[in-house]
Structure formats: structure tokens, C-alpha cells
């Protein structure tokens, strides 16, 4: 039910993919093969910089193998 609220909140079509481990690992694993990733911030929203990112995220943007695009979840601190 979660993964088809999100698709249908995005408005567009996209695959729907249910993974089990590491959601860090998993993230990086389904990006294999993107042209882009894009990950909303995780960390600290009053500490711009590297402490804007948690544990998950900064894991991802320094294991993609493609580009990854980083936005804040709302309005930018």
C-alpha cells in the first residue's frame, strides 16, 4: 500500500520495487543502472553541509555509481 500511495502521489509512471536489507545498501543496489538518483535530506535541517545528510544518505551519495541530486524535503533551512 506505501509504494503505490507514493507512485500515485508522484503522478507518473515508475516501476515499483520492494527490496529487504540495508535500505542504504538496497538504494544503491536499484540505482545501478540510473541516470540520476534523487534523495531528499535526511540530517540535520538547521546544520547545512555535511551534517545535512544522516547515516543512510551520505551512504548512498558516496557508494551511487551515477549521479545523485540532493533536495531538502521542504523548505530549505
Not at 35 to 58: E, F, K, N
Request: glycine fraction near 6%.
Amino acid at each position: 500500500d506505501l509504494l503505490e500511495a507514493a507512485a500515485h502521489r508522484l503522478g507518473r509512471p515508475c516501476e515499483l520495487l520492494d527490496h529487504h536489507g540495508d535500505v542504504e545498501r538496497e538504494v544503491v543496489a536499484a540505482a545501478a543502472d540510473a541516470d540520476l538518483l534523487i534523495c531528499a535530506r535526511d540530517g540535520d535541517p538547521h546544520r547545512p553541509g555535511p551534517h545535512s545528510l544522516g547515516r543512510a544518505s551520505r551512504f548512498v551519495v558516496d557508494h551511487a555509481t551515477c549521479p545523485v541530486l540532493l533536495v531538502w524535503p521542504a523548505d530549505q533551512p
